[in-house]
């Protein structure tokens, strides 16, 4: 019991390709992740959005949470950025994984090949990520960088990937500004991707290339 409940708790450091392989390599763990991230490690914050009763239980094979009061079974994944996606949860935790773990960020060609997707795939993912980075940037060094640092931080993105159309520039820059303010904390940055995903909203495809709102 007390192993199953350390395996769980927020990584104490990013872990190495065949951790987490051990780890996440399994869909039904990706979910319970998600949930603790999501609800808490027992489900405190749980509050089910049928009858807004605040106490569930975890259907772990399944994947589910199972509302106390009126039964109705709900996903972790339900309304955050992994709704309804085709990508298999692994995938997304390895994007997060490397993003977290790479000093100069990842492009779609280098997540193409590392997760065996498509190339349109691998930069759905990343810019999936970028936007609800994009829209979390509440970090106070996030407000405002300086012309020069901008100037820096757009040479930097362009040199790791290359053509990046101005509509999308200011996800790539929140990306960026993420990384540095998590620099030297690999694990406490893939949490924070987590919950990030998890905080925001569905985004399609169409909504992603029309550029920043
Ligand atoms: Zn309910």
């Not at 991230?37 to 914050?45: I, K, N, Q, S, T």
């Not at 089910?48 to 039964?71: A, F, I, Q």
């Not at 997060?96 to 349109?120: I, K, N």
């Not at 509440?138 to 993105?157: D, F, M, N, S, V």
């Amino acid at each position: 019991m007390l192993a199953e409940s350390r395996r769980n708790h927020p990584l104490s450091k990013i872990p190495g390709t065949a951790v987490f392989f051990r780890r996440f390599g399994d869909n039904t763990d990706c979910l319970d992740y998600i949930k603790r991230r999501r609800w808490g490690d027992g489900l405190e914050e749980f509050v089910c959005p049928d009858c807004s009763h605040k106490h569930g239980w975890w259907l772990r094979k399944r994947g589910l949470v199972e509302c106390r009061g009126c039964h109705r079974q709900t996903s972790p994944t339900a309304g955050t950025l992994f709704h309804r996606s085709h990508v298999p949860l692994w995938k997304w935790f390895w994007t997060m994984h490397l993003l977290a773990g790479c000093r100069e960020g990842v492009s779609a060609v280098d997540l193409a090949e590392q997760a065996d997707t498509t190339y349109q795939t691998a930069w759905t993912l990343l810019q999936k990520l970028r936007e609800a980075m994009r829209q979390r940037n509440e970090l106070p060094e996030h407000k405002g960088l300086t012309k020069t640092a901008e100037t820096e931080a757009k040479r930097a993105i362009l040199g790791k990937c290359h053509a990046v159309s101005p509509k999308h520039m200011d996800k790539y820059l929140a990306a960026y500004m993420f990384r540095g303010h998590y620099k030297g904390k690999k694990a406490r940055f893939f949490d924070r991707l987590v919950t990030v995903a998890v905080e925001a909203k569905p985004l399609t495809f169409k909504e992603l290339t029309t550029g920043a709102k």
